[in-house]
């Protein structure tokens, strides 16, 4: 199974401002996710992070709210921009490892609190 | 539209008991079917997973029961411990698509 460091692990930021988590695989994936998890709540898909490219967003996402990058084949990061109250949630990286895999792992999450 | 229904939300076992919980898929293309753990400030963790073309996987004291033709499949925690208390969630996926989440039940395992 892969390692998954994300960062950071919780924050508490101001409404309006801006929030980036990073997640860091310790070997090649061929997938990478972003997931929000409200408290109680099951995962949501926000988007699918593509090396090189625009990131795949579910409905619902949009990539000024949430921009992605996957400059290679180990990191991604997620911003939260412009974050009000109802963004406060846990964020979690998924990845899938090889081709033909489809056992996915996640990161500990970020459990983020707007104020 | 939800296309996992897991039930029941939430459960209370005795140590030692049972844990059973029910997943319903309407996707008939969904070809792998996991199954997730997870603790309080914790990311969810594979616990078992099982394809469509067995009936039945055992690892441990979790078994994954499938009913291809009922479109149902479930978990079963044998002599359940306090440490098994957590949130699980049933998950489906086809291919090379995205992981489709039923809405998670909280199991309580009393001493």
């Known amino acids: 199974s892969a390692v998954i460091s994300q960062k950071p692990s919780r924050d508490i930021c101001q409404r309006g401002t801006s929030l980036t988590i990073q997640c860091q695989v310790d070997?090649?994936?061929?997938?990478m996710f972003w997931y929000r998890q409200q408290p109680g709540q099951s995962l949501t898909l926000i988007a699918t992070a593509n090396q090189g490219s625009e990131a795949t967003y579910e409905s619902g996402f949009v990539i000024d709210k949430f921009p992605i990058s996957r400059p290679n084949l180990t990191f991604s990061t997620l911003t939260v921009s412009n974050m009000s109250p109802e963004d406060s949630s846990i964020y979690l990286c998924?990845?899938?490892?090889?081709?033909?895999?489809?056992?996915?792992?996640f990161g500990q999450g970020t459990r983020l609190t707007v104020v | 539209q939800q296309q996992v229904k897991q039930s029941p939300q939430s459960l209370i076992v005795q140590k030692g008991g049972i844990s059973i919980i029910n997943c319903a898929y309407e996707?008939?293309?969904?070809?792998?079917f996991p199954w997730y753990q997870q603790f309080p400030g914790k990311g969810p963790a594979l616990l078992i997973a099982?394809?469509?073309?067995?009936s039945e996987k055992k690892e441990g004291r979790f078994t994954i029961s499938f009913n291809k033709s009922a479109k149902q499949f479930s978990l079963h925690i044998m002599d359940s411990q306090p440490g098994d208390s957590a949130t699980y969630f049933c998950?489906?996926?086809?291919?090379?698509?995205?992981?489709?989440f039923g809405k998670g039940t909280m199991l309580l395992v009393s001493p």
């Open positions: 099982i394809r469509p073309d067995v």
């Open positions: 996707n008939t293309a969904f070809d792998y």
């Open positions: 998924s990845v899938i490892g090889a081709p033909g895999n489809t056992e996915a792992f």
């Open positions: 998950a489906a996926i086809s291919g090379y698509s995205t992981l489709t």
């Open positions: 070997s090649q994936v061929t997938m």
